[in-house]
């Protein structure tokens, strides 16, 4: 449905699913549209540039994060190297950081990591896809940092009274990724099966991957 | 040659200056001890206004308790805020 056909479909019930979750004809999109027409018109930036990039970042999916995850928990020296510098682990896997640059920090039995952006949404992008709505949320980023582990609740993870929360606000030029503890029950497996069991969330540290 | 060490205590400023900031406000005046060196970056606080992003800053990463942020904070004592504060907005306390 265009633009023009919701203007005369005026009625009260709601269409799930095609609600436009961005407002097309809003301030700030209308703004970014004619700042991107007229980069392209002055030939500072190729419309193909644009398009190219947008179809790199949405090929990118969570399941890059799980294939290094997998292979640290598989790799003691590969994971020293993510550790030490994530950045440079990534690149060597063939993921590139783009402009940023990535931390890797590691759950323990002591410590729980979670990561949040408290000023906009930075988000490890290149190797986890786009942020998820909830990330984004002005409740998630105001409350992470206030009550973590009253949001960790809320996404059914239960940190006992004594494990140190460590939250992360990604606020300038690094990008947070979390090594989860590899779970219970998956010792002797493949990186192909374990990678199987790394989700987003426990990426961001608001879940525990499960077995 | 780097003005903060790891460990180091360092106080963020309390400082209110308008325009683009990457200081988020609930830390500032807040202390906390320097867990690590990211490197030098452009100052993203005149980058947002067409400058060139140089002298480039020092980007430091500050360990900060939750009760130090929050008074009234309910979880562990233990808890920690990790947050990434460019050198002008450090200051180093005790000796």
Redesign the interface.
Known sequence: MTTDERGTHDHDHDHPGTTPDVNETGYYELMAEAMKELLIEKGVVKAEDVRRNLEFLDSRDPAEGGTIIARAWTDDAFKARLLEDGTKAVEEMGFPMGDA?L?VVENTDDVHNMIVC??CSCYPRTILGLPPDWYKSKSYRARA??????VLKEFGTDVS??????????????RYLVLPQQPAGTEGWSAEQLAGVITRDAMVGVTLPQA | MVMFNVGDRVRIKESHPPGHR???Y?VRGKTGVVERY??D?KN?EELAYGFDGTPKRE?Y?VRIT?TE??PD????D?????????DHWLEKIGG
Not at chain 1, 161 to 174: G, I
């Open positions: 640059e931390i408290t000023l940092v206030v009550e973590p582990r009253s009274a004594d494990k140190t929360v460590r939250v992360h606000d990604s606020n300038a030029d690094m | 990457r200081t988020p609930y990211c490197g970056f993203p980007l990463r939750q942020l929050w904070y309910e979880g562990s233990s808890d920690t805020l990790d947050l990434e504060i460019y």
